[in-house]
């Protein structure tokens, strides 16, 4: 069965240092998501992208954070400056429409800021 | 105002025996979507099963069950017949709206403890 899959699966960065963290989303979806995930915590939404562009980001989503999909298979979350409050597991999610589908999500990536 | 709620932090339930996770929510759009997603101690989020509001019908996938209560809002998932495998979170979320783009909204999860 086709997966979401998300690269690498524990990052450990400095304080003020950029990070991408790298997603494939299923091949014949149109939709992709960023969540996060604090420890302990719910998960909470950062973003969803569509055609291309942004679609909808939550206020957690700021000017620190940017999301792409460079070619076509790849789907990427930036944090340009890291902040120790970033830590958190990140969920890239894909879904084939809007509606009724569920969202797949991948295994997530361990964002560790030192 | 929480758009999910689940009031149970953590449950316990012995194998072979059934159990009842609680979801309210709340929106004011005729149209939404519920789902139920699972994640073990491994982190992965594994979806479960899903209910649109128009569904007449409460939604099945196997041991898993969904009784959807419009009017009282909710949308509590019923496991039938535990398994020790079945520990895990398990998170309420909810969709809203056609015109959205399918952000969703999370519960606080529970903690589900299936004991041998």
Redesign the interface.
């Known amino acids: 069965e086709p997966e979401v899959t998300q690269t690498p699966s524990h990052q450990v960065t400095q304080m003020g240092q950029e990070v991408i963290l790298r997603c494939v989303p299923i091949s014949n979806h149109l939709y992709f998501y960023w969540y996060r995930q604090i420890l302990g915590q719910k998960v909470e939404f950062l973003v969803s992208f569509y055609n291309n562009e942004i679609s909808e980001k939550s206020e957690i989503f700021d000017d620190q954070f940017s999301v792409e999909r460079p070619d076509g298979s790849n789907f990427t979350l930036k944090i340009r400056s890291t902040k120790l409050e970033d830590s958190a597991m990140y969920f890239c999610a894909s879904s084939i429409d809007r509606n009724n589908q569920p969202q797949h999500f991948g295994d997530g990536t361990r964002l560790s800021i030192l | 105002a929480q758009k999910i709620t689940q009031t149970q932090p953590g449950m316990f339930v012995q194998e072979k025996e059934a159990v009842t996770l609680d979801c309210t929510y709340d929106t004011s759009d005729p149209s939404y979507?519920l789902?139920w997603?699972k994640q073990p101690s491994?982190?992965?989020?594994?979806?479960l099963i899903?209910q649109?509001s128009y569904d007449q019908q409460n939604a099945t996938e196997g041991r898993y069950s969904l009784n959807f209560q419009k009017a009282r809002k909710s949308a509590n998932l019923v496991i039938s017949a535990s398994q020790l495998g079945d520990s895990a979170m398990y998170?309420c979320?909810m969709r809203e709206g056609?015109s959205?783009?399918?952000?969703?909204?999370?519960?606080?999860?529970t903690k589900l403890n299936v004991k041998p």
């Not at chain 2, 491994?42 to 979806?47: A, H, L, P, W």
């Not at chain 2, 959205?100 to 999860?109: D, R």
């Open positions: 979507g789902f997603y491994s982190g992965e989020m594994i979806f899903y649109g998170f979320a056609e959205g783009f399918n952000k969703f909204y999370f519960g606080s999860g």
